[in-house]
């Protein structure tokens, strides 16, 4: 049986590629030949994946509850996927750069989308009755949300709004570190303490903050932003999906969290009920309260003065829906 030539073509690219692994291509064309077909259920390990919701109480609304957090954590891994590629690219070009932040923004816009499974999705006594076995834990400590902003801007643009204005860049990260405005969000307001929460998370992540702190000092999204060339930073799509980008997670990716919170944590008599990691969520999510941006070179000062402020008016008094 004669091979055609581009057959013949192929295999020798494939002995050309064989050759320096220390084994001749014979030798892999048996391991095809005793290797099985891959399925679909292999190779996304479904069996492992569908076994991975496991509730800790008896209410059915439960498993809705873990299984939306863990899509949203493997979005968060796409996210950081795709952010990587922007801080390795040495091109800079602002075609490349749009196109990841296009990306970027259709899995926030997802999940955003998605959101009122939280919201809507879900049995408020059952919520409310479920989530006291999950004490201490919280979404507060997801920590790959953390790892986003980092690689997203430098440390000092996440300062709490209070202090930020005293750092900068040429400040340690360690010092920036303890500045950073989400660790108000779960220290008691009367006694300044760090809640358990916090603790735990610290504990657990605050070395693998620093490393990717370290690691891309200088070299964030904003970084990478600011250093290109004229012409590319010039580029109004890119500047289009940057800002898209910081309205995603500053403003409409809180305000989803806010709409949970007021439909769970607001009773009908008016009174507040505490959040899981004993976060101060009112202080904590409202965007124009904090007013974080990765890029706030990007915004006017009218633009950051009113923050999420016209977002956050419409949710306070939210238009009567049902309690489905």
């Known amino acids: 049986m004669e091979i055609d030539p581009e057959t013949a073509a192929r ?17 892999y064309l048996d391991g095809l030949l005793h290797d099985r077909y891959l399925t679909y259920w292999d190779y996304i390990h479904l069996d492992t994946l569908l076994s991975l919701q496991i509730p800790r109480t008896h209410f059915p609304d439960e498993e809705i509850f873990i299984g939306y957090h863990q899509i949203t954590e493997l979005y968060f891994k796409l996210i950081i996927h795709e952010l990587k590629q922007i801080l390795d690219d040495k091109l800079q070009e602002a075609d490349f750069f749009r196109k990841k932040m296009v990306r970027i923004n259709r899995y926030f816009q997802i999940l955003t989308d998605s959101f009122d499974v939280m919201i809507r999705g879900m049995d408020r006594d059952q919520f409310l009755k479920f989530r006291m076995s999950l004490l201490p834990a919280s979404g507060f400590q997801s920590a790959q949300f953390r790892m986003i902003e980092l690689y997203s801007t430098p440390m000092h643009h996440l300062a709490h709004a209070s202090v930020r204005e005293n750092f900068s860049e040429n400040d340690p990260l360690e010092v920036l570190f303890e500045q950073l ?17 916090l603790r735990q998370f610290e504990y657990r992540y605050t070395p693998r903050f620093m490393r990717i702190a370290r690691d891309v000092s200088g070299n964030t999204l ?74 706030p070179n990007l915004w006017t000062p009218i633009e950051t003065e009113n ?13 009567k829906s049902s309690k489905d």
Do not use: C
């Open 307 to 319: 923050w999420g402020r016209e977002w956050v008016a419409q949710l306070v008094t939210p238009k």
């Open 181 to 197: 405005y989400w660790k108000k969000g779960a220290t008691d307001i009367a006694s300044k303490e760090k809640t358990l929460t």
């Open 11 to 27: 295999i020798k690219k494939l002995e050309e590629k064989f050759k320096n692994s220390g084994q001749d291509l014979d030798s």
């Open 222 to 295: 904003y970084h990478k932003y600011v250093k290109l060339p004229e012409d590319e930073k010039n580029n109004n799509l890119l500047i289009k999906e940057l800002r898209t980008f910081d309205v995603n997670i500053n403003v409409h990716w809180l305000l989803k969290h806010m709409g949970a919170a007021y439909r769970y944590l607001n009773s009908d008599k008016g009174k507040e009920i505490s959040a899981t990691g004993g976060t101060n969520w009112k202080q904590f999510l409202p965007p124009n309260f904090q007013k974080v941006q990765f890029f």
